[in-house]
C-alpha cells in the first residue's frame, strides 16, 4: 500500500491520481506530440485485438469459459452524440487490471524516450504503439475517455473514465457487458469527423486491414481481406506488403527495406513473411528491440510477440510465421523444446541469412543502409550461433586499405582481392581511424600492396578475433607476432634510400642485449624483424596474445583492476638507417648508455603510435637529452 500512496498521492474514494509519468505523457500528447491522429484509432483497434486474443489462450488453459458473446470488434460512431465506441468481446479487465494497465506506464524508460524526441519525431505518430503507451492517444481525440470493461468470468461491470488531466476513477458501470471492453471517446471539438462513419471506415481500411479478429463497422465487416502471407508471391502487390508491414511494426508510412516472402515444405510446413526495417531504433538509445514475430496456427494468430522464431541477433526482424504443422494450445514454455518449433527456427535463420546475401550481391546501396544500420547487432551472431559463423561473418561489413568501389568490404570481397599465396587476413584495430592509419604496423602492410581491415569499432576487433578463420584463412591482428607474409608482398626499393648503411651484425646482437637491459621486464625480447618497411620499430603482441587495442578495452573495462598487459616483443627494422647505425655504434663501448636511451625512445614512440597512455617526464627528459646533443654537435660544425 505505501508504494501505491507513493506514487498516487491523491487517492480518495473511487478517484485515483495517475503515475506521474503518465500526465506528463498526457501533456506531451495534448501538445507537440501525434499530429496524425488516426493513430489513435489503430492503436485503440489493435489493443481490441490483443483482448481477443488473451480471451482465446485464456479459454485454451481452462482460464476463461467457452462460452459468451463471438470474438469481434466493433466500432460505433455516433455523430450526433460526438462519440466514437471501440468494442471487443475480449478478456476484459478486473479492477485491479485498471488501475495497473491505464494508471501506470508499464515500461519505464518509455516516456524519457518519447520526451527526448525531435520535433518532428514527434509529429510522426508512427511510433506511439511501439513504446507500450498505445491507449493513451485515445486523448488525442476525445477530451473524456470511458473505458466500460467485464473481466472473463468476472461478475461486474467496471467503468473507468478521466479527461486525461491527471486522475481517472473506477466506478460500477450502468450498463452491464456480457464480457469485454468498450472504449468510448467523447471527441474533441476538433475531432468530430471520428464519429463519421465514412470516416473511420476508411481508417481502419488504412491500418487494420491485417487485424486477426472480425471489425465491423454498422453492417459491414470491413477487414475481409485474405491474409497475404497464404496468397503466392506474385499476387500481393507492392503496397500489399507495404501496408503489412506498418501493421506488424507499427511504423506509420514507412515501406520496409526488404521483405522476404517464401513458403517451406519440408522438414515442416510453414508460410512468413519477413520484413528489415528501414533503421535501427536501437542505435537511437531505446535499449534493445523487444518486439518478436507474429506465430500463427492455420491462419490464427497463437502469439504475437514470439522472439525464440529467430536468434536474438535477428531481433530487429518484423513478420509472421504460419504453421499448420503447430498445435494451437501452445504455451510459451512448451515451444521452447518444442521439436516443430526449433525447426523452423533453424529454416529461419538460414533463409534470412541466405538473404542477407543475396541482397548485398544484387543491390548494394540497400545492403550498405542495412549494415550500417544492423552490423553492429548481426555480428553478435557469431559468438552465439556456431552454425552460422561463417555465414554471419560473411555479411559483415568493414573498413579497410583495400581498393574497393564500396565505402565497406567484405571478408569475400577481401579474399577475392588478395594475393595467390596469402594465407591470412589482417586486420588492425585502434581508437580511431586516424590512429590506425598512422599506425607503422600498417605501414609495413600497405608497402607490400596487402590489404588490412581497420577496426575503429573496438567490438569489431573482439568479433574478429572470436571468429579466429574465415574460409581457412586465418584472421591477424597487424600488431601480432602470428602475422606471416606471402613472398609474393615485396617491398619496392625507394630510390631516395640510395645507400643504406651496412648492418654490424654482431654489433646488432649486442644492441638486442643492450636494449633487453635497459627496458627489462617491458618486453619479453628484441629482435629483429622484415616485416616493417619505413619505420625502425614496432612492438608486437607474442604469438596467441591480444592484440594492443584489444587489451586497452579490456583493460578500461576492468577498470585497471587485476589486469595486467602481456609483455611485448620489440622488433627492429635493420633497413632503417637508425638501426643499422646503432648496430655500429654498438662496436664501442662508450655508446652503450646512447644506445640504451634511442632503444628507450624507439619503444616509447611505438606505445604512443597505438595511443598507449605513458608517462611523458621520462620521454621529455630523454628527447630533451637528444636534441641537447644534438644542438652540440651543430655548434661545432658552424664554429
Ligand atoms: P500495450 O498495448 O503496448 O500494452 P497500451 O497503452 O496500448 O499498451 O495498453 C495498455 C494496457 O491496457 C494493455 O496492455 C492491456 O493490458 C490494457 N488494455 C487496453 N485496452 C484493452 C482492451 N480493449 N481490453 C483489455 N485490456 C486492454
Ligand atoms: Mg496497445
Known sequence: MSTEAETAPASAGNEHAFQAEISRLLELL???????????????????????????????????PADGPELEIRLVPDDDAKTLEIRDTGVGMTREELVANLGTIAHSGSLDFLSKLSDEQKNDASIIGQFGVGFYSAFMLADRVEVVTRSAGGDETLCWASTGSGTYTIDVADEVLPRGTVIRLHLRENCGEFADETRVKYILKKYSTFVPHPIYVGDEHVNDQPPIWAEPKNSVTDEQYAKFYQYLSHHNG???????????DSPIQFQTILYGPPSNAEKLGFGKAE?????????????????????????????????????????????????????????????????????AKDDAATYATFVTEFGPVLREGISVDYENREKVAGLLRFKSTGDTDEALTGLDGYLDRAKDDQEQIYFLGGPSLAAIESSPHLEAFEARGLEVLLLDDPVDEFVLANLATYKEKKLV?????????????????????????QVDDAGMQKVFDLLKDALGDDVSEVRTSDVLAGSPARLVHPQGAMSAQMEKVLEMSSGGEGFSRSKKILELNPKHP???????LAGNEQNAGFIQDLGRQLHSNALLLTGTALDPRAIVERTEAFMKELAEKRSNIVF
Not at 329 to 354: A, G, P
Not at 578 to 584: N, T
Open 30 to 64: 495534448s501538445h507537440s506530440l501525434y499530429q496524425n491522429r488516426e493513430i489513435a484509432v489503430r492503436e485503440l483497434v489493435s489493443n481490441a485485438s490483443d483482448a481477443l486474443d488473451k480471451l482465446r489462450v485464456a479459454r485454451l488453459s481452462g482460464g476463461a
Open 578 to 584: 637508425l638501426v643499422a647505425r646503432m648496430s655500429v
Open 477 to 501: 591482428s597487424a600488431d601480432s607476432a602470428d602475422v606471416a607474409i606471402p613472398e609474393s608482398a615485396t617491398v619496392e626499393d625507394k630510390e631516395e634510400d640510395a645507400e643504406p648503411p
Open 291 to 359: 518486439h518478436g514475430l507474429h506465430l500463427c496456427a492455420k491462419r490464427i494468430l497463437v502469439q504475437n510477440d514470439c522472439r525464440e522464431l529467430l536468434p536474438e541477433y535477428l531481433r530487429f526482424i518484423y513478420g509472421l510465421v504460419d504453421s499448420a504443422d503447430l498445435p494451437l494450445n501452445v504455451s510459451r514454455e512448451s515451444l521452447q523444446d518444442d521439436s516443430v518449433f526449433r525447426k523452423i527456427k533453424k529454416v529461419l535463420t538460414k533463409r534470412v541469412l541466405d538473404h542477407l546475401g543475396k541482397l
Open 254 to 264: 514507412e515501406d520496409p527495406l526488404w521483405t522476404l516472402h517464401l513458403a517451406a
